[in-house]
């Protein structure tokens, strides 16, 4: 078969989105079918873009390419999704997050209602038009149900090169690896640090628009020999701190799937999120694999404290999480099977 991935690229911003659709080509490629990814420009605002390039995709007809006939398109990502062909699969990254469950936490103003408005008409009309929908979690289907009545299924991946990961003996330092922006809350853990009756320290790997003031946070708080900042990682560093981690930290505000749950899962790490962080509460068992906790500082100080004290305990539930992930599944093959059924 001839498919298509129709997927966005804001330039300059790289993350769990580009690995995902790299990966699913790849795979995809694996079974025997040629495969392209077709990137369209996007960026957030204004308002304005939003709708214009919802009009673009909506307009375009992806059945034929240069007299090449596409027989099957996988979209994964608004506003990718509205493009036209007979046999279109969704499986389902995220919505537009700013017009639905983060729409209350902006300032609102008329250009946002109305991306609002019209967001929810065309996702309900063409999402629900659709026969069968997969989508990235249970949390991601949860959204869509709630806000548009639209059934889905969800189907997880494994993280890029899953197999590579390893444990090896902890250190005393919990790993943090995520962009630095505020809806992943490292500012959460640099607090926590404040109120542990350990010594232990924090890596915090990543780029963002929130360094700075995470930055400044540590300063202030006098934590600046426990925090290290490591910026952007390779592959392999990334694994390293993984490996040598005492648990990993990923507390993130309504997560849509979360690749560092499951890569502390196969690093044989215990994981610390929070009650309200979205997907990667698919994963974690409360003392079974790691600890679902209150977004509280003082919550989260506790539970480094009782891992940083039981190093057996902290081993025990890593060696859970690597266990739970075998369990479920988690495979390209098994994906590819169902995209492609």
């Not at 869509?144 to 189907?155: C, D, G, H, V």
């Not at 209150?294 to 690597?322: F, N, T, W, Y």
């Amino acid at each position: 078969m001839k498919i298509l991935i129709p997927c966005i690229q804001a330039p300059f911003i790289t993350g769990g989105g580009q690995i995902h659709v790299a990966q699913l080509c790849k795979s995809i490629q694996e079974f025997g079918h040629q495969v392209e990814a077709v990137s369209f420009p996007f960026k957030f605002s204004p308002e304005d873009y939003l709708l214009k390039s919802m009009q673009y995709c909506l307009s375009n007809d992806f059945e034929n390419f240069n007299g090449h006939q596409i027989d099957r398109v996988i979209a994964l990502q608004f506003p990718t999704y509205y493009v036209q062909h007979p046999n279109k699969v969704v499986w389902l990254m995220h919505q537009h997050r700013a017009v639905y469950e983060l729409y209350d936490m902006q300032p609102q103003t008329p250009e946002l209602a109305l991306l609002k408005e019209q967001v929810h008409k065309y996702d309900t009309q063409e999402l629900g038009a659709l026969s069968k929908i997969y989508a990235n979690s249970q949390n991601v289907s949860d959204r869509l149900q709630r806000y548009n009545q639209i059934e889905s299924t969800p189907l997880y991946h494994p993280p890029k090169d899953a197999d590579l990961f390893f444990c090896a003996p902890s250190e005393s330092f919990i790993f943090c690896p995520s962009r630095l922006e505020a809806l992943k809350r490292q500012d959460l853990l640099i607090k926590a640090l404040q109120h542990t009756n350990s010594d232990i320290g924090v890596i915090i790997a990543g780029e963002g628009g929130q360094k700075d003031t995470f930055v400044d946070l540590v300063e202030e708080l006098g934590l600046g020999d426990r925090v290290k900042f490591v910026g952007f990682l390779t592959e392999e560093e990334k694994r390293q701190f993984y490996a040598h981690s005492l648990a990993v930290f990923f507390g993130p505000y309504d997560e849509d799937y979360g690749y560092i749950t499951l890569e502390a899962m196969l690093s044989s790490k215990p994981v610390i999120t929070c009650t309200d962080s979205g997907g990667p509460l698919e994963f974690v068992e409360n003392d079974r694999n790691g600890y679902v906790v209150a977004p509280e500082p003082e919550q989260i100080a506790r539970v480094i404290d009782k891992l940083h004290a039981d190093k057996k305990l902290a081993q025990s539930m890593g060696q859970e999480g690597r266990a739970m992930f075998i369990e479920k599944n988690i495979t390209w093959h098994n994906v590819v099977e169902k995209l492609l059924g």
